[in-house]
C-alpha cells in the first residue's frame, strides 16, 4: 500500500479493543485485547469517504484470569491457534450528525464474516510535541457471538446460562498521521 497523506496508524499505545459479555446472567465479564494494528485512511473534505481496517491477535484476549483466557484461546471459543486473526474492513461510513458516525464494515472471528456497525464519535486532532498529527475516535457495538461459530455454553441449575450470547464491544482510538514517503 502507497502511504498518502490521507493515511493513519493507530497507534497501540494509546488506544485499547475492550468487550463486556454477561456471566452467570447476573454480572459481566470485562476484558481487552493486548496485540492489534490498524490503519485508517481519513478523507479531510469528507470523512463518510474514510475507511478503517484494523487486524487483532486473537490469543493476546486477556480477561485478567489465565484460566478463564486459556479458556477463551481454545477450540470451545475464539480457536486462537486455528484463527489467529480477527480482522475488521469497514465497507461504508455514514453521518449520524454532528461529530458522530456509524461506520459498517465486515467482521471475521473463526473465518466467519458478518456485517457490524459501529457508533463512532470523531474526537477532533491535535499535535503532539513532536510534531505528530493525531485524531481520536471512540466507538462501540455489539453482536451476538453466535452469529461468529461461538456457541460453547452451559446451563445453569437456576435458570439461565453461564455466557451471555451478547458481546459488547468499547474502542478507544488514537491514530497518528503516517509519514508520507518521500520520491526518490
Do not use: C
Request: aromatic letters at 8%; glycine letters at 8%; hydrophobic letters at 40%.
Amino acid at each position: 500500500m502507497t502511504t498518502t497523506n490521507n493515511d493513519w496508524n493507530i497507534d497501540t499505545v494509546h488506544s485499547g479493543i475492550n468487550f463486556s459479555v454477561r456471566h452467570m446472567v447476573v454480572s459481566k465479564v470485562r476484558g481487552r485485547f493486548t496485540k492489534y494494528s490498524g490503519t485508517l485512511a481519513i478523507d479531510d473534505a469528507d470523512l463518510t469517504r474514510s475507511t478503517v481496517e484494523a487486524t487483532i491477535d486473537a490469543a493476546s484476549i486477556d480477561t485478567g484470569t489465565p484460566q478463564r483466557d486459556g479458556h477463551l484461546r481454545s477450540p470451545d471459543f475464539l480457536d486462537a491457534e486455528r484463527f489467529p486473526e480477527l480482522r475488521f474492513r469497514s465497507t461504508r461510513v455514514e453521518k449520524v450528525g454532528g461529530d458522530r458516525f456509524r461506520v459498517v464494515g465486515a467482521l471475521t472471528i473463526r473465518d466467519v464474516t458478518r456485517e457490524v456497525a459501529l457508533d463512532v464519535e470523531y474526537g477532533g486532532r491535535a499535535k503532539d510535541p513532536w510534531g505528530n498529527e493525531r485524531a481520536g475516535f471512540v466507538a462501540r457495538t455489539s453482536f451476538d457471538r453466535k452469529d461468529f461459530g461461538l456457541h460453547w455454553n452451559q446451563v445453569l441449575e437456576a435458570g439461565g446460562v453461564l455466557v451471555g450470547d451478547r458481546v459488547d464491544i468499547d474502542l478507544e482510538v488514537e491514530a497518528v498521521r503516517a509519514a508520507v514517503a518521500q520520491a526518490a
